[in-house]
């Protein structure tokens, strides 16, 4: 991924924070357990509001699901040579410690099961497993109330977390949102790559609620759940709306959207919540400037007036300015739009913008309106 504008670098962490595949063979497990309680800790000290599944619970949930499929299979006269290979990625007795998976993971073995006798399932693992893959298999069965619980909402899960790692965050949100833990196979999964996406959109209050969810259970989610979930819980909590930080994180929203060839509406309300919000920040150091100047224009405590020279007089007298004592006002115009400026009165407010901030904010606001300029968000 290329990132070029100011954020957190843990951030980056998000979409390669996973699991390898699934593969069917006893492997150690690839997902630590944390063990352990950090003192102090609010979240810590209320009683969770989900349960974690262990293997036995969701093993026996699949197996009911197969035979309930295989039955039907056979009363429609179907192969039934596919659903041997599906039980077999259930061997009795590979239960870790604490009955939590030993082999692979858990989200990615459900999706095996169902790949291996739903040819829909099989078509939507092959599209998003290849390199760069984008969804090309139809999903819209997901929502035909004849598909089982336990498949549609493994399967959106499934898809949810490949479109994160794709950086797909609004598909992604919108096939996560509404999954409950109650049923998930994998709810600290949910929990995590749907306050991911809610991280990335800026979805602030939202992602907390998430990220407060998922650490009740700090001492049984993987360890990289929980480390990641208290960063971007930090990183929310001191995010402050309409900063430079906070602009320059829709900037780079932006940048993925196009990058993907998303130059749609939703991409064209981020760009313009950002010129608004650069107006305002233009808008507010300039006044600020103008109130330096008027504060300044009427000569220092000890009665300086050397015709504006900026050092004290050599000796003690009567100044001698004649200036009336006013500045000029100065017209800040309306603010319809950061991209309808001169060239000279851009330059001008990056030029003060690299006064009042560091170099890097300058040059993420300049790259992303030579973005704009050059026309790569048209539709």
């Known amino acids: 991924m290329r990132f070029t504008l100011p954020f957190p670098a843990f951030v980056l962490l998000v979409p390669v924070a ?26 810590l000290g209320r009683e969770p509001s989900w349960t974690m599944p262990g293997l036995p619970d969701v093993r026996r949930r699949v197996l009911a699901w197969l035979a309930e499929t295989e039955s039907a299979r056979r009363s429609a006269g179907q192969p039934l040579e596919p659903f041997a290979a599906a039980r077999a990625l259930w061997p009795a007795g590979d239960d870790g410690p604490e009955g939590t998976a030993a082999a692979g993971d858990l989200l990615d073995r459900v999706m095996a099961t169902f790949a291996a006798v739903d040819p829909r399932c099989a078509a939507i ?40 790692r794709q950086d797909r965050f609004d598909d992604a949100l919108t096939l996560l949102a509404d999954l409950d833990t109650a049923t998930a196979v994998d709810p600290a999964a949910l929990l995590f790559h749907r306050a991911a996406c809610q991280h990335w959109l800026l979805a602030a209050d ?19 759940y929980e ?39 939703q991409t064209r309300r981020v760009q313009d919540g950002v010129i608004e919000s650069l107006d305002k920040l233009i808008a507010a150091i300039e006044e600020q400037q103008n109130q330096q ?87």
């Open 18 to 43: 996973v699991a390898p595949p699934f593969t069917g063979r006893a492997e150690a497990a690839p997902m630590p357990v944390a063990s352990r309680a950090v003192a102090g800790d609010a979240d």
């Open 125 to 164: 693992e092959s599209a998003l497993r290849a390199a760069g893959g984008s969804m090309t298999a139809d999903i819209g069965w997901l929502a035909d109330p004849g598909t089982a619980g336990l498949q549609r909402d493994a399967v959106r899960l499934w898809i949810g977390r490949q479109y994160v």
């Open 293 to 379: 100047n008027q504060s300044g224009g009427g000569g220092s405590a000890g009665g300086s007036g050397n015709s504006g020279s900026g050092k004290p007089m050599d000796d003690s007298r009567i100044a001698g300015g004649k200036g009336p004592g006013e500045v000029t006002k100065r017209d800040l115009g309306d603010t319809d739009g950061w991209g309808n400026l001169p060239p000279h009165k851009r330059e001008e407010a990056l030029q003060q913008i690299g006064r009042e901030f560091p170099a890097h904010y300058r040059e993420a606001i300049e790259q992303y309106f030579k973005r704009l300029a050059s026309g790569d968000d048209s539709p």
């Open 227 to 265: 480390r990641m979930a208290r960063l971007m819980r930090a990183d929310l909590t001191t995010l402050e709306d309409e900063s430079l930080d906070h602009i320059a994180r829709r900037m780079r929203d932006i940048t993925r959207r196009l990058d993907q060839g998303r130059p749609g509406p």
């Open 206 to 224: 939202a992602a907390i609620e998430s990220l407060e969810r998922l650490l009740e259970r700090a001492d049984d989610i993987p360890v990289r």
